[in-house]
């Protein structure tokens, strides 16, 4: 399978816990994008790194949340101290660097319940 | 108040029939704009594109038209299927960064009746 993937698909934890979800992107792709979505609603921008270097963070990331990309390949994002707010599904997506109109494809998202 | 945004907009069309599945925009900034669709449980999947520069563009069975002057967004599903039920989100890209952030907007739940 050569497109975007997160792991794991699903996680259910409690309140003040943290978690840490990973996503690999499609090989070569350059620009890895993180979004947040809730039932009902479109994608969100959360942040977006070209290479290792994050560019751009969304007001909606509270110092709770850190993404990473040490070697510009995969990805992480953390998040600290969670809220049942942060319950939604947190989707990565891949593109190649090209100008504003490439492809990005996404995951299937991680799935995060905070009880 | 939150509830809102549990209540999709609905279309529902015959199988066979055409769907026409509308957007608007806001960002006039905004040059490259994507159609998605995206089924239960599952990521977006990418349908369609256009850009700024264009007013019209087909794929297969599909087609996206773009009105710059009312910030309008249409997907047009020729011939739809039931595989074609699913929820279509319209994305515009913001030129800010360079990169691919996506600005989507409302989704349309399709529903394909046999």
């Known amino acids: 399978d050569t497109g975007v993937s997160q792991n794991p698909r699903h996680k259910i934890t409690k309140r003040g816990q943290n978690v840490t979800f990973r996503c690999d992107p499609i090989s070569e792709h350059n620009r890895l994008y993180w979004y947040r979505q809730t039932l009902g609603q479109g994608p969100e921008f959360l942040t977006y790194?070209?290479?290792?270097?994050?560019?751009?963070k969304s007001r909606l990331l509270s110092d709770r949340f850190s993404a990473e990309r040490p070697k510009g390949s995969f990805s992480t994002l953390e998040i600290q101290r969670t809220e049942q707010g942060d319950s939604a599904m947190y989707l990565c997506a891949s593109s190649v660097k090209g100008g504003a109109d490439t492809e990005a494809f996404f995951g299937q998202g991680t799935r995060l319940t905070v009880v | 108040g939150e509830s809102v945004g549990l209540h999709l907009p609905t279309l529902s069309v015959q199988e066979g029939d055409n769907s026409i599945i509308n957007c608007a925009y806001s960002?006039?900034?905004?040059?490259?704009f994507i159609w998605y669709k995206q089924e239960s449980g599952k990521g977006p999947q990418f349908i369609i594109d256009i850009r700024s520069n264009m007013d019209k563009r087909q794929g297969q069975r599909v087609t996206v038209l773009l009105n710059k002057t009312v910030k309008h967004l249409s997907l047009q599903i020729a011939a739809t299927q039931p595989g074609d039920s699913a929820v279509y989100f319209c994305?515009?890209?913001?030129?800010?960064?360079?990169?691919?952030?996506?600005?989507f907007g409302t989704g349309t739940q399709l529903k394909v009746e046999l």
């Open positions: 790194f070209q290479n290792e270097a994050q560019l751009e």
């Open positions: 960002n006039s900034a905004s040059d490259y």
């Open positions: 994305a515009e890209n913001e030129l800010t960064g360079g990169g691919n952030k996506l600005t």
